[in-house]
């Protein structure tokens, strides 16, 4: 397996434009994770995902964010409008279920740094 | 989920020495994570120790685990300059996700 996939690595966008993460999970896996990652805040959880259907957006910081996951094998992050604060690296994560419990290592993408201007 | 704090902040020691990082939580969990992060890339898993565990070994790693006190070292024995990252502690508790603290800085200086 690929690992997690995650596109673009890096995206660079004018404020007020949309941007679209998206990320590819491990085959198998039950769950995801969107996180976004800065040096002030460190790693923050915005949203994750149980067999699809999304369990816990509390991390989003606001409605300008959104996440979407339509299939098992494939989840976007949304921002619109983007902002300059906005800029940080965002990582996808999946993890699978083993005898009934959420036990395991999750597994990370490479992050798509962004940056908006 | 709960947040894990690591300590210290930021650790700097000479290759070949020992390198200790610390983790403190606040409430029960199933097992606690630990991941390492360079520069750039995405966290990559450590190691997983169980709540009914109290030390765990991966080749020069060493993990302990206090439910007790709820907190948990991190032992890297004989560090390496390619050691050098950020490393994270992240606990389970039932079907929560993994949340992260801001971690440990470690430099290893050859």
């Known amino acids: 397996d690929a690992g997690v996939i995650q596109s673009p690595r890096h995206e660079v966008t004018e404020m007020g434009q949309e941007v679209t993460l998206r990320c590819k999970p491990i085959?198998?896996?039950?769950?995801l994770f969107w996180y976004r990652q800065t040096m002030m805040r460190g790693l923050e959880l915005l949203i994750y995902f149980n067999n699809n259907v999304p369990i816990d957006d509390s991390g989003m910081p606001e409605d300008r964010f959104s996440a979407k996951m339509p299939n098992a094998s494939f989840s976007t992050l949304k921002i619109q409008p983007s902002e300059p604060r906005d800029s940080a690296v965002y990582f996808c994560a999946s993890r699978s279920r083993t005898g009934g419990e959420w036990y395991t290592e999750a597994f990370f993408g490479q992050g798509t740094r962004l940056t908006v201007v | 989920s709960q947040q894990g704090e690591e300590d210290p902040q930021a650790l700097s020691i000479q290759e070949g020495e020992n390198a200790t990082m610390n983790c403190s939580y606040k409430?029960?969990?199933?097992?606690l994570q630990w991941y390492r992060q360079n520069s750039g890339r995405g966290l990559v898993h450590l190691i997983l120790i169980r709540s009914n565990e109290r030390e765990k070994h991966s080749g020069r790693l060493r993990v302990t685990l206090d439910t007790s006190k709820k907190s948990s070292s991190l032992l890297i024995t004989a560090s390496r300059a390619a050691d050098t990252a950020s490393y994270f502690c992240a606990m389970n508790s039932g079907n929560t996700p993994l949340v992260f603290g801001k971690g440990t800085r470690l430099s290893v200086i050859a």
């Open positions: 409430t029960s969990i199933n097992n």
């Open positions: 085959s198998g896996h039950n769950s």
